[in-house]
């Protein structure tokens, strides 16, 4: 559906894209996790044709977005990082003029209008004006204006930034149901849980590179580190329960005994019944597995932007 191929892009000093390459299946989730600055957006905007290339190719669906911007454009949707609706307009004039720019029939722009409204539950908002709507309804505003003509495939710039988990969960819910209706998806996230919960693979993102690429499932096995078993006991059996299980090399921290494993699920009941057996009783036993961010921390040595989200 995308084939992106060493891609290399400049702003006068900066390498902003520095020999991307990838392919984006149909009816994919396909998500591109990075901090500022890795260079989602260049790289988005390249592939909508809307910022020149300096090196290499964006094929969308075999038409070279370098050649024929026009015809591609007409099969992506975009939707920027910045919301870019007329903030003076009514919702309903952003979508009709969002449609005129791809000339559909008015019928077809009606249709398109009465199926946006019901999807992304804007019926009454429609008739106020921009300036006067809260951001998590902005987004959905500006997610209607990207896809009023239906594209195949739809790319989102960073969708979620800013809003609340439940605002962010409600528009997780959008993207899953257009991804169920077969549509392909490109989205920049710099949160790993989005990248986790929405996307079949991803593109972790650093200084311009792609640094490694496949399902967050295999990117946590291959990349993430060891899970984690943490044992907490009372104080008074601290050391006798690090005796235990010394077998496991626990480490202490706060006051929790900590064991770095594979395979955690498997060896909690043991480790439960090894204290039991001796007379200690474990007050909490706890798994913690490893996130698209350890991935990110172990292949970058950075952390992925926090407290953005
Ligand atoms: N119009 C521009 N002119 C000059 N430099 C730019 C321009 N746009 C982006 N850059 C630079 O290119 C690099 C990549 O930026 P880009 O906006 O693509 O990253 P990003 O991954 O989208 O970051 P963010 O998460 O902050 O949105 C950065 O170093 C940025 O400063
Ligand atoms: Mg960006």
Known sequence: MIKIENLVKCYDDVVALKGVSFTVEKGEIFGLLGPNGAGKTTLMEILCGLR????????????????????????????????????YLTVRENLVFAASLYSLRSREVEERIKFLVKFLDIEEILKKRVDKLSGGMKRRVSLAASIVHDPKIIVLDEPTVGFDPHVKREFWQFIKQLHEDGKTILLSTHNMEEADELCDRVAIMDSGKIVAIDKPET??????????????????????????????????????????VNDPWKLMPEVSSMLFAKGVLAEKIEVTEPTLEDVFINLTGKRLMEGVN
């Open 52 to 87: 020149r290339l300096d090196k290499g190719k964006v094929i969308v669906l075999d038409i070279d977005v370098s050649r024929r911007p026009d015809k591609a454009k007409r099969l992506l949707g975009f939707c920027p990082q910045e919301t870019l609706l007329y903030k």
């Open 219 to 260: 990117l946590k096995r291959i990349y993430g580190g060891n899970a984690v078993i943490n044992v907490k006991v009372k104080d008074f059996h601290m050391e006798k329960a690090e005796k235990i299980l010394h077998k496991l090399k626990p480490k202490r921290e706060n006051n929790e005994l900590k064991i770095f």
